[in-house]
């Protein structure tokens, strides 16, 4: 973190003409390292790329995410996930090896409007990304408050080592799931803790860039008080 | 076109125009990002006396399915006029010159938007007329191109854009509606800024091959003028509430 040089970028931005490697968000052209969305651009060792302000998630394979189911067939479910694509569910991932078509019915597990902690496990350019939730801790959520925010701030809320994640959840005792795609599940025993779980993660997208986040977070949670 | 006569004075001896702007004067430019909720991105634009609002959807799901393409995304782009934005009603059915400048905008933007990145997908542009003046496809890919970037699609550059054109035999910079109706030629240039590269050139009027360069030359200075509102408009929306890293 300390050795990046950052700069906040635009695209068509020239963040630098050293021979660097270029990641994401940047493209080549010449010499010359371009920015391609609007973000803050990051030089790491040799490699140059940008986080981005504002965009859909890109599916990745192995992130957690969190969807809503929109609709089923009778061989998988579709989730939205906050993405261009939309997730697919399999039947036998919720069913196991037997299931069939004619004796299940989908409806029965997972119905439109539910929300799944699911795990991408397959995503390329050719078809939608696979979901899967035959893991623990993965399947149907079945209570809790949506948060929606930026994908690109989910590094953010988490926090160096998890530290703003801990400490709202410390502050708060709320217990808060967080899918990769920016959706955001957040229980909690304390109607109070609740709503000032959900204000922190507000604060913390729309102040991402600001430096010192966690302190800021820490000072809101303890000021409003009992 | 070609120079009628009317009792306007286009230029007067001083180089003044009609709207008492100096040659290479652009009108009064104003953009603002973000400010439809709705929208994945969006933009408003004043560029004189021309307001436009740019609305951004996507890379979403294409609807009808067929037209999507499994290699790259798509882009749609809708110019539109309100009834209201010209002195007389005009009818909400897309005209004839509105297709054309949809389709002319589309293919501007297009080398710009990294669509490679999302097949099977389309982003959708729509541009809202609300009040005309002159040199609105200009102004319509000015905010275009800032809602692109403020729905976070990735973009090679932004695209900026400005007229230029031949007035009382002078080329000037923005032409403006007065200008555009009487005087002798009007070429909207769209440009990107960093790549420099243009992706727009139109030439209603006739000139000479220097007039032209000179033509071309003035639209380009004219476009990273532009730039630089684009830029802040950008700016303002995403890093104003804090310190710069």
């Known amino acids: 973190m300390d050795n990046a040089k950052r700069k906040y970028v635009i695209p068509g931005d020239v963040i630098t003409t050293a021979p660097f490697r270029p990641e994401q968000n940047v493209i080549l052209d010449g010499k010359k390292i371009i920015a391609t969305v609007v973000g803050t651009s990051e030089i790491y060792d040799d490699s140059v790329r940008v986080i981005p302000l504002a965009g859909k998630y890109s599916p990745k394979v192995n992130d957690l995410i969190i969807g809503k189911v929109v609709s089923h067939s009778s061989l998988s479910w579709e989730l939205d996930i906050n993405s261009c694509y939309v997730g697919f569910l399999p039947a036998q991932d919720v069913f196991g090896r037997d299931f069939s078509a004619h004796a299940d019915e989908l409806t029965s597990k997972l119905k439109k409007g539910d929300l799944v902690v699911a795990r991408i496990a397959n995503s390329d350019r050719s078809r939608d990304p696979l979901l899967t939730v035959s893991d623990r801790e993965l399947g149907k959520i079945e209570s809790g408050e949506l948060v929606k925010i930026s994908p690109s701030k989910v590094p953010r809320l988490i926090g160096k080592r998890g530290t703003m994640i801990q400490t709202i959840e410390m502050a708060t005792n709320a217990i808060i799931t967080i899918g990769q795609n920016g959706w955001i599940v957040v229980s909690c025993e304390n109607r109070n803790g609740l709503l000032k779980a959900i204000k922190a993660i507000r604060m913390v997208d729309k102040q991402a860039h600001i430096a010192n986040l966690t302190d800021r977070v820490k000072l809101m949670l303890e000021s409003s008080g009992e | ?245």
């Open chain 2, 1 to 245: 076109m070609g120079g009628r006569d009317t009792d306007l004075v286009l230029l007067d001896e001083n180089g003044i125009r009609c709207d008492g702007r100096k040659i290479d004067e652009p009108r009064r430019i104003m953009i603002k990002a973000g400010v439809l909720k709705n929208a994945d991105g969006s933009a408003y634009i004043e560029f004189g006396d021309n307001k436009i609002l740019a609305g951004v959807f996507g890379p979403r799901d294409v609807h009808p399915k067929h037209i999507a393409d499994t290699d790259t995304g798509i882009l749609r782009c809708r110019y539109h006029m309100s009834p209201f934005s010209v002195t007389e009603r005009k009818s909400p059915a897309p005209s004839r010159r509105e297709i054309e400048i949809s389709k002319v905008l589309k293919e501007a933007l297009q080398p710009a938007v990294m669509l490679e990145q999302f097949p099977r997908t389309v982003v959708d542009v729509f541009l809202e007329v609300l009040q005309a003046d002159g040199g609105s496809r200009c102004a319509a890919l000015d905010a275009a191109s800032v809602a692109l970037a403020d729905a976070g699609i990735p973009m090679r550059d932004m695209v900026s854009s400005i007229a230029a054109g031949k007035v009382a035999d002078t080329i000037i910079l923005d032409v403006n509606n007065e200008e555009d109706q009487a005087g002798q030629a009007d070429m909207p240039v769209g440009y990107m800024p960093n790549l420099e590269k243009i992706t727009l050139v139109q030439l209603d009027g006739i000139l000479t091959q220097d007039e032209y360069k000179k033509c071309l030359e003035t639209a380009i200075g004219g476009c990273k003028l532009v730039y630089e509102i684009q830029k802040k408009a950008l700016t303002d929306k995403f890093f104003s509430n804090g310190e710069s890293a």
